[in-house]
């Protein structure tokens, strides 16, 4: 299961997921970004759940979004 959340993050951060301790999946959208521009990340991070493989790049953003909480 996937839940799809908007937070205002950093400009540089397009969306961030994270897994749940239940198994399922947050992803997190930015709301400063367009709405193409979130369809985009959506299929991007959901890619990365399917496969059960994160890029580098969005690794990093997990570390980071961690550190803001
Ligand atoms: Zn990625």
Excluded: W
């Amino acid at each position: 299961m996937v839940l799809v959340k908007f937070a205002d993050l950093p400009c540089r951060v397009k969306a961030v997921s994270i897994e749940n301790e239940d198994g399922s999946y947050t992803i997190i959208l930015n709301s400063k970004l367009n709405y193409e521009q979130n369809v985009e990340s959506f299929k991007h991070e959901i890619n990365h759940i399917d496969n059960n493989d994160f890029c580098k790049e969005c690794t990093d953003r997990i570390e980071y979004y961690a550190h803001l909480k």
